[in-house]
């Protein structure tokens, strides 16, 4: 396993076995998340291409802190894009929708380039919220809206019954909005 240091410093000497270490190593995470987003392995695996693409072109100059968190951030951006484009006029069919749905009364989903700001704003104070979150709460929180696993699934793997998950994502969503609110982000 290569490490961040070694990662980057073959992008930054243009040596493509960097991406072939990133495939290797963050690839099936990538795809899985994407996965999850578009509901397409195929989807899933041009996302994977997409994000080598963009790692190609963004680093240098841009070196995240944390290799994996900008990775599956990522990820989840282009899969986001990919789904939109995708679904323009139907909305549906996976997990990413219905987990869109439930923030949407929350989260203002203007994706204009002037607005790339507020959506700075928005994801730091969103940040420091989650940090306020116990850890239980936090990994729910992000299984559901960050990498849009089914309700079920997160039951499942939280040894939960699914309304306890259900009733938990309410409350977080309650006390987000608040949070959101007493930052004037809503």
Request: proline letters at 4%; aromatic letters at 6%; charged letters at 30%.
């Amino acid at each position: 396993m290569q490490t961040y240091n070694n990662i980057i410093s073959l992008l930054q000497k243009r040596d493509e076995q960097a991406l072939e270490i990133i495939r290797t190593q963050y690839g099936a995470l990538c795809c899985q998340i994407a996965y999850r987003m578009t509901g397409s392995r195929q989807d899933a695996e041009e996302v994977l291409n997409d994000l080598l693409l963009s790692v190609w072109d963004s680093i240098p100059p841009h070196e995240p802190e944390n290799l994996r968190a900008y990775l599956t951030a990522l990820a989840g951006r282009i899969a986001i894009k990919k789904y939109e484009h995708a679904h323009r006029l139907k909305r549906g069919g996976t997990q990413l929708a219905e987990a869109l749905d439930e923030l949407s009364e929350i989260i203002p989903s203007d994706t204009h380039v002037e607005r790339e700001i507020e959506q700075r704003e928005l994801t730091a104070a969103l940040t420091a919220w989650l940090r306020t979150l116990p850890p239980e709460h936090r990994r729910i929180f992000m299984q559901r809206y960050y990498l849009s696993e089914p309700v079920q699934q997160i039951a499942e793997q939280n040894q939960m019954g699914v309304s306890a998950v259900k009733m938990t994502l309410l409350r977080l969503r309650k006390k987000l909005k608040e949070h959101l609110r007493k930052e004037d982000l809503l």
